[in-house]
C-alpha cells in the first residue's frame, strides 16, 4: 500500500526546544498578522488579524491518524508552521481533537499577538505548552522588527501575554529573537527584561539569525553575547541558538517528499536533513543537490553553513 502524501503534517523533525516535533500546519504560507524582519520564509505579502477556517480540522486529524497507526515516535505534537497557527478559527476544536487520539503532549508555536482575544485565549489553553515570541521591549523595535499589522502594538501583545498567564496553568515558553543592531542595545534589554518580569513565562528561550532571513542585513548575535543578555534577562533564560540533537529516527515512505515538506516551512541545512531522517549528512546533501538540480529547490550561505530553501 503506498503511503498517502502529507498535506497538513511535517516531521518528526528536531527541535531546539521540543526534542522530536511532529508539525501540524493549518495556515496558509505567510497568512501572518507580523511581516518580521528576520522570518525564514520570507516577506508577508498582507498582514491580517482575520480568524477563518483555513484548513479542514477532519483531514488534519485523519493524516494524524494515519501516522499514529504507522507508529509515530515524537515528543510533541506542535502546531506552527507556515502562518501564525491562531488565525485558524478552530484551532481549539484541532487540539480537543489531537487530544482524543493520542497521549503525545500538544505545543502551540505563535507569536503572541492575538492573545489579547478571549476567544484566542481559550484556545490556546488547550494546548499542553504555548511559545510565543516576544522582541522588542517598545514601539520602535516591535515596528523594526516585527512589521506589525496596524492593529497591533506592542502593548497589546504583553498585555496579551499577561492576561494569557494569568488564565493558563499549563507551560509558556517565551521566545525572544534578537538580531545584531535592530534589539541589543543596553536600552532594549532593560526593557525586554522588564516585560518577560510582567509576563512571567515558566522558561525564556533566546534565539538569533543562524538561518536565511526575509531581509537582507539581518546578523545573528555572537553566542558569547547571546550568553550575557540571557543572564541579564532572566534566571530562567536559556540560549537555543545552534541547537543540536541526536537524529529523530529512520523516516518511511518518500524520503525526496519529506525533505520538500521540511523546506516548505523553513530552510534546511544537509545536517538538519540528516537529523531528521535519520540518515548520514553525506546521503542527505545528495537528496538536497538533487532537488537543486531538478530547480525545485535553492541554496544559500548564512555565514560557514549552506541551506537550502524551497524555490
Request: with cysteine; hydrophobic share 35%; aromatic share 6%.
Amino acid at each position: 500500500m503506498t503511503e498517502k502524501k502529507s498535506k497538513y503534517l511535517y516531521g518528526p523533525v528536531p527541535s531546539r526546544r521540543l526534542g522530536r516535533s511532529l508539525g501540524v500546519d493549518i495556515i496558509p504560507l505567510k497568512t501572518c498578522t507580523l511581516n518580521c524582519i528576520y522570518c525564514q520564509l520570507g516577506r508577508t505579502p498582507n498582514t491580517t488579524v482575520e480568524r477563518k477556517d483555513y484548513a479542514p480540522i477532519a483531514d488534519v486529524l485523519a493524516e494524524l491518524q494515519q501516522r499514529l497507526a504507522q507508529g509515530l515516535q515524537a515528543d510533541y505534537i506542535t502546531i506552527g508552521g507556515s502562518g501564525e497557527p491562531t488565525l485558524h478559527s478552530r484551532l481549539g476544536e484541532l487540539v480537543d481533537g489531537i487530544k482524543k487520539i493520542t497521549d503525545i503532549p500538544v505545543a502551540i508555536l505563535t507569536n503572541g499577538t492575538l492573545l489579547y482575544r478571549p476567544d484566542v485565549r481559550k484556545d490556546c489553553a488547550k494546548a499542553d505548552v504555548v511559545a510565543p515570541s516576544l522582541d522588542g521591549g517598545d514601539e520602535q523595535a516591535f515596528a523594526t522588527v516585527n512589521r506589525p499589522h496596524p492593529d497591533i502594538t506592542i502593548e497589546k501583545l504583553i498585555a496579551g501575554l499577561c492576561k494569557f498567564r494569568d488564565e493558563y496553568p499549563g507551560r509558556i515558553w517565551l521566545e525572544v529573537f534578537l538580531i545584531e543592531g535592530f534589539n541589543t542595545e543596553i536600552d532594549q534589554i532593560k526593557k525586554l527584561k522588564a516585560a518577560i518580569e510582567r509576563i512571567r513565562p515558566d522558561k525564556v528561550h533566546l534565539n538569533t539569525a543562524v538561518r536565511p532571513t526575509a531581509e537582507l542585513g539581518v546578523e545573528k548575535v555572537a553566542r558569547e553575547k547571546l550568553q550575557r543578555i540571557a543572564e541579564q534577562l532572566s534566571p530562567q533564560c536559556e540560549v537555543i541558538a545552534d541547537f543540536v540533537s541526536a537524529h529523530c529516527g529512520p523516516v518511511t515512505g518518500d524520503r525526496a517528499q519529506t525533505v520538500l515538506s521540511m523546506l516548505k516551512r523553513r530552510p534546511c541545512s544537509p545536517q538538519d536533513v540528516s537529523l531528521s531522517l535519520g540518515i548520514s549528512r553525506e546521503e542527505a546533501s545528495a537528496y538536497l543537490s538533487r532537488l537543486e538540480k531538478q530547480g525545485v529547490v535553492c541554496s544559500e550561505k548564512k555565514g560557514a553553513i549552506l541551506f537550502y530553501r524551497i524555490l
